[in-house]
């Protein structure tokens, strides 16, 4: 089915489909455009200097139905309440194939005149970033525990009975992270201690970019990077449900790594520790097109 659904910061939604009160139409705007730099040479034609992805201006198209004029106007009332200019605003795309998000800035909201209990109406939402992201992150996990033990199991208390395997350790320092979007991606890096870690970094095999944080995790701390060109970060989440910035920490050599099309071969490490330490990447592949 297709629908559109805006979500906000506070994670309130608005549903437009093909139910009342709020229909879903049709929406707009969704192709590519770019802006092409050129300079001529001493040859025919020019020269590509650079090519830069424009950002999109979807247009939403609906109508509200309500039995009675005061629902009508509530219904209204309630559409432009959530969809106001200065609000962080998150346009979901739902189809057969894809399920899609951007985020956007309300550029305005038109209404017709009703009739018969119908008033349509149409939404103008600019994208700053032309790229659909996924509505939920991937994930992939490093180093962590497999489980062995299957029910059913008898127990005892027989203190010569050999201790029960209830799984073990998988240690892999290296994994490779997919992006099969159309472009680079940022991505959330959680680092979790199991016991003192110092000095932790990840390292693209690659392109040789690293980030390393100077600091000393011990047992329960998450250290979270965040290399989203939109959301850039580094903090520390610690065993005592405290948090703190962090990103002063990094090296100087440090860099915000990117996930590059394709394949990318990912390292995690630490001056000392390393056997305790696990990691968790989340990303969000970005595409052109729905």
């Known amino acids: 089915m297709h629908k559109i659904i805006f979500k906000d910061a ?5 549903t ?4 009342k009160p709020y229909l879903f139409l049709q929406l707009n705007g969704i192709g590519v455009s770019s802006n092409v730099t050129t300079s001529s040479g001493a040859r025919h034609g020019v020269k590509v200097d650079s090519v830069n992805i424009k950002e999109k201006t979807l247009v939403v198209l609906g109508a509200i139905v309500a039995n009675s004029k005061r629902e009508m106007q509530e219904k209204r009332e309630r559409l432009i309440s959530f969809l ?19 985020n956007v800035v309300i550029r305005s909201l038109d209404f017709q005149e009703e009739v018969g209990g119908c008033q349509k109406f149409q939404i103008q939402a600019l994208a700053p970033s032309p790229f659909w992201n996924e509505e939920t992150e991937r994930r ?14 008898w127990c005892t208390e027989d203190k010569s ?5 209830f799984g073990h350790r998988i240690s892999e320092l290296i994994c490779n992270v997919y992006n099969d979007g159309d472009t680079p991606s940022g991505m959330t890096i959680q680092l979790r ?14 392109t ?7 600091t000393t995790l011990h047992k329960g701390d998450v250290l979270e990077i965040s290399t989203y060109s939109d959301n850039k970060y580094v903090r520390i989440y610690n065993a005592d449900g405290t948090s703190k910035n962090v990103l002063h920490w990094l090296t100087l050599q440090s860099e915000f790594i990117q996930l590059r099309k ?7 490490d630490a001056e000392s520790g390393i056997d305790n330490l696990e990691m968790t990447i989340n990303y969000a592949p970005g595409f052109l097109g729905i």
């Open 161 to 165: 009975v050999k201790p029960i395997v």
């Open 262 to 268: 394709g394949d990318n071969q990912l390292r995690y």
């Open 193 to 206: 201690a199991l016991a003192t870690v110092t000095n932790p970094s990840v390292l693209n095999i690659y």
């Open 140 to 153: 992939k996990d490093i180093a962590l525990w497999s489980k062995d033990l299957y029910f059913p199991i």
């Open 10 to 14: 506070d994670g309130q939604k608005l």
């Open 84 to 102: 106001a200019p200065d609000k962080k605003i998150s346009l979901y795309h739902y189809n057969k194939r894809f399920k899609r998000k951007v």
């Open 208 to 214: 040789k970019e690293q980030i390393k944080v100077m």
């Open 16 to 19: 437009l489909k093909k139910e």
